[in-house]
């Protein structure tokens, strides 16, 4: 049974760190695609970084780019987000998804397995 695991959401303070991580399991890992996505209340889903299943290509949306960086771990099975630099407008629920092609797309139509998500509330 595959499933898409999110954790190290919470309550962080502006301008601080926040790493969120996904944990797969049920399918092969390696030759996946990832990407992490986020909707905060009232707002659509947005598509805010992927990874390809080479991990040779990444992309990151305007609204984190130089912020958060994506990485993967085909050991650990484990798709981890860095967030530096939070801010207000980053508190969504974040959610990891996967797809099994190489290309690398921030649109939620072309991810065909999702994880419960994972709530970011950034607060003073």
């Known amino acids: 049974q595959w499933q898409l695991v999110e954790s190290g959401g919470g309550l962080v303070r502006p301008g601080g760190p926040l790493t969120l991580s996904c944990k797969v399991y049920?399918?092969?890992?390696?030759?996946?695609?990832y990407a992490w996505f986020r909707q905060a209340p009232g707002k659509e889903r947005e598509g805010i970084s992927c990874i390809s299943s080479s991990g040779s290509e990444t992309k990151y949306a305007d609204s984190v780019k130089g912020r958060f960086t994506i990485s993967r771990d085909n050991d650990k099975n484990t798709v981890s987000l860095q967030m530096n630099s939070v801010a207000t407008e980053d508190t969504a629920t974040y959610y990891c998804?996967?797809?099994?092609?190489?290309?690398?797309?921030?649109?939620?139509?072309?991810?065909?397995?999702w994880g419960q998500g994972t709530q970011v509330t950034v607060a003073s």
């Open positions: 998804a996967a797809r099994f092609r190489e290309k690398c797309p921030l649109t939620a139509d072309e991810y065909d397995y």
């Open positions: 049920g399918f092969p890992f390696d030759y996946y695609t």
